[in-house]
DNA sequence: TTATATACGATAATAGATGTCGTACTTGAA
DNA sequence: TTCAAGTACGACATCTATTATCGTATATAA
């Protein structure tokens, strides 16, 4: 299954909340567990990450929480998701270990080299999205068949995803 | 982690190998399990999801194996996940489970219908994606692709990106 | 008849994600 | 000075998905 941690979208959550927030005042993790449901000590414990990271800068104390480092125009998600998860290896090919240089069948197998690619474009693709983007953007729910999002594929193939997607 | 199935990455060795075959004979598991290193059971296994989904076709018996039933140009990756792992859901928030009709925090967060934009995006970056171009190039894919998902992204963020992939 | 193969299901083992708990430190305000 | 509200941090338990293994049945070419 290709997925994100739930804890990444805890984290988007939180950034959208904090960039929408009136100036000033910070954002506590009491604030954005109670406001959106999240579990408290989860919602905390990613808050800190971001921090770690330097997305967001806390202030401690009483009044104390959290506020934005940067704009989320300047967030793009590839970032935000190797800061909350670590590096992307979409496959385990193309995991860049230090321990191992590459695939455990890299002896027999030849791949490598591909999967790489594939994981580079993977990284790329997710560098092309603003968190503003996810932010700000109001999208009606309805596009979600998988046959609205064809457009740029030649006639051939739209034939054979039509055959087998729900 | 956003990460593939290992059975997916044993499916996209097999179909090129199948791919590359001189015509006539079919590949049997064994054939793949030794050739790669793989594990019998899980190749086994993987070719059988593989025939299910019709992406090849079986032939039972001694000399049997199995043969491609469609070419490594009219697949996607899109399909291919999606028939190695079952629907794509990148995210929590958009899995389209028939149970709940949406997420769990759908009451108090509005983020479901971004969440789902998002995951409709990573499907359209897939079926972008022939599984050709993974099976015919040695070298890394020529880096043509990566424009389309670069066009639109402000010059600082390209900064911010270069400091820290890979 | 035999060897080689797919077909199928049950189950164990592992790893990763997710959630919980306890405690210490910091700071503004009563 | 005291207290309450907050971050900071680590250890641990639980849950879930992935990964791997085992056993058995069936088909078919030689
Ligand atoms: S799967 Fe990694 S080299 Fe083939
Ligand atoms: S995370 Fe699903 S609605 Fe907010």
Redo the contacts with the bound molecule.
């Keep these: 299954?290709i997925k994100l941690?739930?804890?990444t979208e805890y984290g988007l959550v939180a950034m959208k909340h904090m960039a929408k927030k009136p100036g000033g005042s910070a954002t506590?993790?009491?604030?954005v567990s109670d406001q959106f449901g999240f579990?408290f000590?989860?919602t905390?414990?990613t808050?800190?990450r971001l921090?770690?990271t330097g997305l967001i800068q806390?202030?401690?104390?009483?009044?104390?929480?959290?506020v934005l480092a940067r704009s989320l125009d300047e967030i793009t998600l590839g970032e935000f998701v190797e800061k909350m998860?670590g590096p992307v290896a979409v496959v385990?090919c193309a995991s860049g270990k230090t321990e191992s240089p590459g695939c455990e069948y890299s002896g027999r197998c030849e791949m490598t080299s591909v999967m790489t690619d594939l994981n580079r474009r993977v990284i790329q693709f997710l560098s092309g999205i603003r968190l503003s983007e996810l932010a700000n953007s109001e999208i009606p729910v309805a596009l979600t068949r998988f046959e609205d999002f064809l457009g740029n594929q030649p006639e051939s193939m739209k034939e054979n995803e039509k055959a087998h997607l729900s």
Tied chains: 1, 2.
């Design positions: 299954m941690n739930r804890t506590s993790a009491r604030e579990p000590e989860i905390a414990k808050l800190q921090k770690d806390s202030l401690q104390g009483a009044r104390g929480g959290y998860e385990n």
